[in-house]
C-alpha cells in the first residue's frame, strides 16, 4: 500500500511536475510568440516610419522640384515679360523717330511750300500795286534840267513842267503825263524845280515869260512851258491852265 501511495505521489508529482514543465514551456513559448510579435510590431513600426519618412522626404524632395520648377518658370517668364518690354520699348523709340522723321519732314514740306506760295503772293500783290499805281496814280521820273540849261536841250521841240514845292496837284500832272507818254507822237517832256537852290534867280512875285533873252525869265507859280527851236513858243501857267492843256494832249 505505501509502495502504492509512494508510486501514486510519485505519478502525481511527476504529472505535476510535467504539467509544470509543459506550462512553463508553454509560457516560454508565448513569451518567444510574443517577443516575435514584439520584434515584429517594432520592425514593422520602424519600416512604417521609415516609409512615412522616406515618403516625406521625398514629398519634401517633390515639393522642392516643385518649388525650384516654379521659380524657373517665374523667372523665365519675367525674362520673357523682360524682353517684351525691351522689344516694345526699342520698337516704340523706332516707331517714335520715325514719327518725328515724318513730323519733320511734313513741317519742312509745309514750310516750304508756304515760303513759295508767300513768295509768289508776295510778288503778285507788288505787281499789283506797281500796276495800281501806274494806273491810278503812276510817280513818272522825267529828266530834271535847270532852267539855266531851259534851251539847251538836244531835241528841237519838248515841254519843260516847272513845279513848286507846295503844289498840290503835281500827282495829277504825273497822271496825265503817264497817259501822254504812251501815244505815238507824243514830243519829250522835262522838268524843273523852281524852288531848288539853282532856280532861285528865277523866281519872282510877277512872271516874264515873253523873252529875249533867257536871264529875263521869271516866274511866280507852277508853269507848262513848250519850247521850239531854243524859244519858248507857248506858257501855261497855273495849275488849271497846266491840267487843261495836259487833257488836250492826251485826246
Known amino acids: 500500500m505505501k509502495e502504492k501511495e509512494v508510486k501514486n505521489n510519485k505519478?502525481?508529482?511527476?504529472?505535476?511536475?510535467?504539467?509544470?514543465?509543459?506550462?512553463?514551456?508553454?509560457?516560454?513559448?508565448?513569451?518567444?510568440?510574443?517577443?516575435?510579435?514584439?520584434?515584429?510590431?517594432?520592425?514593422?513600426?520602424?519600416?512604417?516610419?521609415?516609409?512615412?519618412?522616406?515618403k516625406k522626404n521625398t514629398q519634401l524632395k517633390n515639393k522642392s522640384k516643385q518649388e525650384i520648377k516654379k521659380i524657373e518658370k517665374e523667372t523665365e517668364v519675367k525674362e520673357i515679360e523682360k524682353n517684351k518690354s525691351e522689344k516694345a520699348k526699342k520698337t516704340e523709340i523706332i516707331v517714335n523717330n520715325d514719327e518725328?522723321?515724318?513730323?519733320?519732314?511734313?513741317?519742312?514740306?509745309?514750310?516750304?511750300?508756304?515760303?513759295?506760295?508767300?513768295?509768289?503772293?508776295?510778288?503778285?500783290?507788288?505787281?499789283?500795286?506797281?500796276?495800281?499805281?501806274?494806273?491810278?496814280?503812276?510817280?513818272?521820273?522825267?529828266?530834271?534840267i535847270l532852267l539855266g540849261n531851259l534851251f539847251d536841250q538836244p531835241n528841237n521841240e519838248y515841254?519843260?513842267?516847272?513845279?513848286?514845292?507846295?503844289?498840290?496837284?503835281?500827282?495829277?500832272y504825273s497822271t496825265y503825263l503817264s497817259t501822254y507818254k504812251s501815244?505815238?507822237?507824243?514830243?519829250?517832256?522835262?522838268?524843273?524845280?523852281l524852288d531848288?537852290?539853282?532856280?532861285k534867280s528865277y523866281k519872282s512875285d510877277e512872271s516874264k515869260i515873253n523873252i529875249s533873252n533867257l536871264t529875263e525869265l521869271k516866274l511866280k507859280d507852277s508853269t507848262l512851258l513848250k519850247i521850239k527851236n531854243n524859244k519858248i513858243v507857248s506858257a501855261y501857267e497855273g495849275n488849271s491852265k497846266i491840267i487843261e492843256h495836259l487833257k488836250a494832249l492826251i485826246k
Open 11 to 54: 505519478s502525481t508529482k511527476t504529472s505535476k511536475s510535467t504539467s509544470v514543465n509543459q506550462k512553463s514551456n508553454k509560457n516560454t513559448s508565448n513569451n518567444k510568440k510574443n517577443n516575435t510579435k514584439n520584434v515584429q510590431i517594432k520592425s514593422n513600426t520602424k519600416k512604417m516610419e521609415n516609409k512615412k519618412e522616406v
Open 100 to 144: 518725328l522723321s515724318r513730323l519733320i519732314k511734313i513741317i519742312l514740306i509745309v514750310t516750304a511750300v508756304f515760303l513759295i506760295f508767300y513768295g509768289i503772293t508776295t510778288l503778285v500783290t507788288k505787281n499789283k500795286k506797281i500796276q495800281q499805281l501806274e494806273n491810278t496814280n503812276p510817280i513818272i521820273q522825267y529828266d530834271e
Open 159 to 172: 515841254y519843260v513842267l516847272v513845279t513848286v514845292d507846295d503844289d498840290q496837284y503835281s500827282s495829277a
Open 183 to 193: 501815244k505815238e507822237k507824243a514830243i519829250r517832256f522835262y522838268t524843273s524845280n
Open 196 to 199: 531848288s537852290g539853282f532856280n
